[in-house]
């Protein structure tokens, strides 16, 4: 899922490989993206990109973001509960506030897992979400596919990445990098090869360090 970006190259994507593209969609983006019914998507929450821009939160973003979509009369494959970057305790608190208010447009809900989290942490029937610091999320990442939960990884912009990923049964990944520079660029050009199943060179990553 390339966030947040609607270039013509990720539509003439979604439908030469049905089921393999979509977009994960904030409360920021929205607004500028034209919901389409031929492109999968999700709607994240923006709360890593408030953390990594040291802003509060938009609580009233996310809501009316959700209401927008709700009028749409489109649905998502579902919606990113609010969480708290690499804060455990904060993320679960969130999760107690916040995924009453989305269950409430009948969505699939997802909980972003952060550092310090394990299965036992997963609240009922939710969708796993692997967020937290770059080091632990690849760290874990086997731990949580090992649920049987459907997971998605955030911030995947590597095809070695997507290899790892796809070995490892995530169900999908999403991340903002795919287009930097143009669609001709290195990461669009990659996105491609891979989308077309043609087995590109790629280094391993060890998980365990």
Known sequence: MPANHSS??????SGKHPGKIGWLIGPTALPKTKLRPWMPFALDNDAFSAWTKSREWDEAAWIAMLDR???????????LVPDVVADRDATLAKWEIYAPVAARYEWPL????????TPKDLPPDCIVFVGGTTEWKWRSLPMWCATGRRVHVGRVNEVERLHICERLGVKS??????????????????LGAWLDGKILPHDELDLSA
């Not at 013509?8 to 994507?13: E, G, K, S």
């Not at 990944?173 to 990659?190: K, L």
């Open 173 to 190: 990944v999403d991340g903002t990098g795919w287009m930097q520079g143009t669609e001709n660029g290195r990461q669009a050009r990659a």
């Open 8 to 13: 013509a190259i990720v539509h003439y994507w």
């Open 110 to 117: 997802a909980i972003a897992v952060q550092d310090g989290m």
């Open 69 to 79: 979509v709700k009028l749409s009369g489109m649905s998502p494959k579902w919606v």
